[in-house]
């Protein structure tokens, strides 16, 4: 999944739940497993994520709903490969917009 997002210095939960299509309370369940994920909250207490975060839950939709994986598998994948996961998310992200642009350019031909 690709999200969209206007780039800002921090994101409320109700924007990163429409940019992902989920509820937000599946992002504050994942914000609860997973230690990559670490918003600020404000005085409030209304969570503000970073860049850093969005990219981290991308990687995590992308184990979760995209490959299959368990919580616990997705955990113990992201301790044990963290920098090799988010290499291989970051090429397949990449061939997905490459492989779009061609589809373009056939579908203009």
């Keep these: 999944m690709q999200v969209n997002l ?6 409320a939960i109700g924007e990163v739940a429409r940019a ?10 994942w914000e609860k497993e997973f230690d990559v994920l670490q918003p600020k909250k404000n005085a409030k207490g ?3 994520f970073t860049p850093k975060d969005i990219r981290n839950l991308e990687l995590i939709y992308h184990l979760v ?6 919580l ?10 963290r920098q090799k996961a988010l ?3 970051e090429i397949i992200r990449k061939l ?5 642009e061609l589809n373009k350019i056939k579908d203009q031909l």
């Excluded at 206007?6 to 994101?11: C, D, S, T």
């Excluded at 709903?65 to 368990?70: H, I, M």
């Excluded at 616990?72 to 490969?81: V, W």
């Design 46 to 48: 209304n969570r503000k």
């Design 6 to 11: 206007p780039e800002k210095r921090y994101y």
């Design 20 to 29: 992902f299509d989920v509820n937000t309370s599946l992002i504050r369940f």
């Design 87 to 89: 290499d291989t998310y």
């Design 65 to 70: 709903k995209e490959r299959g994986f368990t």
């Design 96 to 100: 997905e917009r490459v492989k779009a």
């Design 72 to 81: 616990e598998g997705a955990k113990t994948h992201l301790k044990e490969n």
